[in-house]
Nanobody, 127 residues
Framework: QVQLVESGGDSVQGGGSLRLSCAAS????????MGWFRQGPGKEREGVAA????????AYADSVKGRFTISRDNAKNPLYLQMDSLKPEDSATYYC????????????????????WGQGTLVTVSS
């Protein structure tokens, strides 16, 4: 069955960096769009970044452009999110997601565009 397992969440000071990983199994990882999302306390889940199957196309939320980088290793099946220059407002539970349904074009960043989700990893950024 489809499994997505995030790791790498931690507590860091503002300005610091973290790299999140998402181990994927149970589907053709190399052939689907993948995304990172986050949800803070009392907030709706929002798209952070998304990537095309081959990794050549990416999309980012305006709030993280220039600070976060999404990437994937189709040979080993992990999805990554490198987060630099972290801010307290980046604090949230981060989720990876897979879109199994066919798609073409700009990687989607809406949560409704994705079919499977991981359990999340917590990122806390202190000021």
């Amino acid at each position: 069955q489809v499994q997505l397992v995030e790791s790498g969440g931690d507590s860091v000071q503002g300005g610091g960096s973290l790299r999140l990983s998402c181990a994927a199994s149970g589907f053709a990882f190399w052939n689907v769009y993948m995304g990172w999302f986050r949800q803070g306390p009392g907030k709706e889940r929002e798209g952070v970044a998304a990537i095309s199957p081959g990794g050549g196309n990416t999309a980012y939320a305006d709030s993280v452009k220039g600070r976060f980088t999404i990437s994937r290793d189709n040979a080993k099946n992990p999805l990554y999110l490198q987060m630099d220059s972290l801010k307290p407002e980046d604090s949230a539970t981060y989720y990876c997601a897979a879109r199994i349904r066919p798609w073409s074009g700009r990687p989607p960043t809406s949560p409704t565009s994705y079919d499977y989700w991981g359990q999340g990893t917590l990122v806390t950024v202190s000021s």
